[in-house]
């Protein structure tokens, strides 16, 4: 059972804690290393030297040359960079309008995909999903044109956890000349991030979803690729991205990182089996209950349900009054209320996906986490049920 102090935490596709390393390996960068990256005195060198070596350190894990990583504010401002930064940069060279993402993406893509749509001229094709939320390559295939300029589908689905057939994907799109963008935020410290593998020419980072810090993230872009700014002044991030660098964060970034791909074939195996474990005892001892997204093909920490005849929030709040943190959906937008625009691209209707439940594993979950989460779950969802059968 938790304590008054523990807090039974299935939410990490939301976000994670800050992992300790992390925290030390950013702080002598508050106030002791403190200097601005651009200046010529030493505070200003050590700066650029953290600056360097974390860029370093993450251009190994994604098998890129460092000048190609641009540091953003979060994964939503690389997603806006890569998406409007390539389309306006393509238009401005004739290469056309037309843009193609996936129904199931993050709204960081979604929205800012409609926006080029309804505010720039952009022509924008939706791709659909099937019913466990996977795009398929020979849809992406007959939706592609003469004037198509940018493809975007992401690596992870956040809501439902299934995972996309990127290299895939890029090979089609490298075929024919068109560059590839993937929101990676939600398979950082998960899945393997060789963007050469991946056959990408953009990808989207967050360091707070791999134990790093809220409000950090970056954007790959493969060189050649073109890409206009779209935060102008300075000529940081080799004028991709203006702004003092924020070094204590990208340190941060680089180290959650680091210490997330090294260990992340064990942390793997330790999550899915956990995964695995809840999802059957779920689908066990939940009557009218059905997994949401792929079997198989989901991330490994990624458990998600339809729960019949309820709405999730009751259940949302039974738990949390628990002590157990879980979700339904995106942490974005499930204030919202309105149904999710991920289940609906994989057909379900607004009824069932009203009780949607995400529950998202981490480094710390135990048996015991399951155990406790069960033994509120269960009862929880057979009273709710009651009262909305006598209310209805
Ligand atoms: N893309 C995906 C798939 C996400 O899950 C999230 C956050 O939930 C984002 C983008 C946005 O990242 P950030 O919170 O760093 O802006």
């Not at 050590?46 to 994604?62: K, N, P, V, Y």
């Given at each position: 059972m938790p304590t008054a102090n523990r807090i039974i935490y299935f939410d990490h596709a939301a976000t994670t804690p800050v992992a300790p390393e992390v925290v030390e390996a950013m702080l002598p960068y508050f106030s002791g290393s403190y200097g601005n990256p651009s200046s010529i005195h030493r505070l200003g060198r050590e700066s650029a030297r953290a600056l360097d070596q974390s860029r370093q350190g993450i251009a190994h894990f994604l098998n890129?040359?460092?000048?190609?990583i641009v540091f953003t504010s979060c994964g939503t401002e690389a997603d806006n960079l890569a998406l409007r930064g390539v389309a306006l940069a393509q238009r401005a060279r004739g290469r056309g309008r037309h843009l193609i993402v996936s129904a199931v993406e993050h709204k960081a893509v979604l929205q800012t995909a409609l926006d080029l749509r309804d505010h720039y001229g952009f022509e924008l094709t939706v791709l659909p999903v099937d019913k466990d939320g996977v795009v398929a390559v020979t849809d992406l295939e007959a939706a592609l044109r003469p004037d198509t300029i940018l493809i975007s589908v992401m690596?992870?689905?956040?809501?439902?956890?299934s995972i996309q057939p990127l290299p895939e994907i890029g090979a089609l799109a490298r075929a024919r000349g068109i560059p590839f963008h993937t929101d990676a935020v939600q398979g950082g410290?998960?899945?393997?991030?060789?963007v050469d593998d991946l056959q990408v020419d953009l990808l989207a980072l967050s360091a707070h979803k791999f134990y790093g810090p809220k409000g950090i993230g970056l954007l790959y872009v493969r060189r050649g690729t073109p890409l206009w700014s779209q935060v102008t002044g300075g000529s940081q991030e080799a004028k991709h991205r203006a702004g003092t660098e924020n070094v204590p964060y990208i340190v941060g970034m680089a180290k959650a990182l680091t210490l997330a791909q090294m260990s992340r074939v064990n942390n793997n195996a330790h999550q899915a089996i956990l995964r695995d474990r809840l999802i059957n005892r779920v689908l066990r001892e939940i009557p009218d209950v059905r997994v949401s997204g792929h079997r198989t093909q989901r991330l490994p920490n990624h458990a998600s349900f339809l729960i019949g005849?309820?709405?999730i929030q009751g259940v949302l709040m039974g738990l949390d009054m628990a002590g157990i943190a879980a979700s339904s959906g995106s942490a974005c937008t499930s204030?919202?209320?309105?149904?999710s625009h991920v289940l609906m691209a994989l057909g379900v209707d607004p009824a069932t996906a009203a009780g949607h439940l995400r529950l998202t594993l981490g480094h710390s979950t135990t048996d015991a986490d399951i155990e406790a989460l069960m033994d509120a779950l269960t009862p929880l969802v057979a009273r709710l049920r009651q009262m909305t059968a006598a209310y209805a």
């Amino acid at each position: 059972m938790p304590t008054a102090n523990r807090i039974i935490y299935f939410d990490h596709a939301a976000t994670t804690p800050v992992a300790p390393e992390v925290v030390e390996a950013m702080l002598p960068y508050f106030s002791g290393s403190y200097g601005n990256p651009s200046s010529i005195h030493r505070l200003g060198r050590e700066s650029a030297r953290a600056l360097d070596q974390s860029r370093q350190g993450i251009a190994h894990f994604l098998n890129c040359q460092p000048h190609e990583i641009v540091f953003t504010s979060c994964g939503t401002e690389a997603d806006n960079l890569a998406l409007r930064g390539v389309a306006l940069a393509q238009r401005a060279r004739g290469r056309g309008r037309h843009l193609i993402v996936s129904a199931v993406e993050h709204k960081a893509v979604l929205q800012t995909a409609l926006d080029l749509r309804d505010h720039y001229g952009f022509e924008l094709t939706v791709l659909p999903v099937d019913k466990d939320g996977v795009v398929a390559v020979t849809d992406l295939e007959a939706a592609l044109r003469p004037d198509t300029i940018l493809i975007s589908v992401m690596y992870a689905n956040n809501e439902i956890g299934s995972i996309q057939p990127l290299p895939e994907i890029g090979a089609l799109a490298r075929a024919r000349g068109i560059p590839f963008h993937t929101d990676a935020v939600q398979g950082g410290g998960l899945l393997p991030l060789d963007v050469d593998d991946l056959q990408v020419d953009l990808l989207a980072l967050s360091a707070h979803k791999f134990y790093g810090p809220k409000g950090i993230g970056l954007l790959y872009v493969r060189r050649g690729t073109p890409l206009w700014s779209q935060v102008t002044g300075g000529s940081q991030e080799a004028k991709h991205r203006a702004g003092t660098e924020n070094v204590p964060y990208i340190v941060g970034m680089a180290k959650a990182l680091t210490l997330a791909q090294m260990s992340r074939v064990n942390n793997n195996a330790h999550q899915a089996i956990l995964r695995d474990r809840l999802i059957n005892r779920v689908l066990r001892e939940i009557p009218d209950v059905r997994v949401s997204g792929h079997r198989t093909q989901r991330l490994p920490n990624h458990a998600s349900f339809l729960i019949g005849g309820l709405e999730i929030q009751g259940v949302l709040m039974g738990l949390d009054m628990a002590g157990i943190a879980a979700s339904s959906g995106s942490a974005c937008t499930s204030a919202a209320q309105e149904p999710s625009h991920v289940l609906m691209a994989l057909g379900v209707d607004p009824a069932t996906a009203a009780g949607h439940l995400r529950l998202t594993l981490g480094h710390s979950t135990t048996d015991a986490d399951i155990e406790a989460l069960m033994d509120a779950l269960t009862p929880l969802v057979a009273r709710l049920r009651q009262m909305t059968a006598a209310y209805a």
